[in-house]
């Protein structure tokens, strides 16, 4: 998909695509830290736009959060068909785990399993590529990459068993 970048000189940056039913879609980054998400009346890009929401940058964050989560999950997913042997999961950090409240360093999760946590999910908040020194949290969920015995392996060890 190509993502189109225009610059709006003394209000910021407008990124635009066509989407699968054919639609103009902006999104108005302005300078003030506003966010505009804008469709067009027609197929040319300087036809009218009318603004369909308008965000705050918190609430523009929270959005992109939303929609990032699951697209990560999904790439994954996506990687695990193209691998022969290669899985994508989700493991829960539980209240009464070993590592709930402890950096993931201290899983030693790859280095004992052999599979590898690409992405730690809390509530809405996503990191991808976690350092060894984020601190899990209950209910925090972990996206393991592997095989089928080595995400086993980590389900294991993040409850404890």
């Known amino acids: ?6 610059l709006l000189p003394g209000v910021g940056l407008r990124y635009e695509f066509v989407n699968e039913e054919g639609e103009r879609v902006g999104v108005v980054v302005r300078r003030t830290g506003g966010v505009e998400l804008i469709v067009y009346e027609g197929p040319d ?3 009218e736009a009318r603004t369909v929401l308008r965000l705050t940058a918190e609430e523009a964050d929270a959005l992109a959060e939303m929609l990032g989560a699951p697209r990560i ?6 990687l695990s068909k193209e691998v022969p042997g290669l899985r ?7 209240t009464e785990g070993p590592y709930a409240g402890r950096r993931l360093g201290e899983t030693r999760a790859r280095t ?5 946590v ?11 590529s976690p350092g060894p020194g984020r601190v899990l949290l209950p209910g925090d969920v972990l996206v393991v990459i592997g095989t089928h015995d080595g995400i086993a392996a980590v389900e294991r060890l993040i409850r404890g068993g």
């Open 1 to 6: 998909m190509d993502v189109n970048e225009v």
């Open 118 to 128: 690409v992405a730690i999910v809390r509530g809405e908040e996503v990191t991808p």
């Open 45 to 47: 890009p300087d036809d």
């Open 112 to 116: 004992r399993t052999g599979a590898s």
């Open 73 to 78: 999950a999904e790439r994954f997913a996506d």
């Open 88 to 94: 994508a999961a989700q493991v829960e950090v539980e």
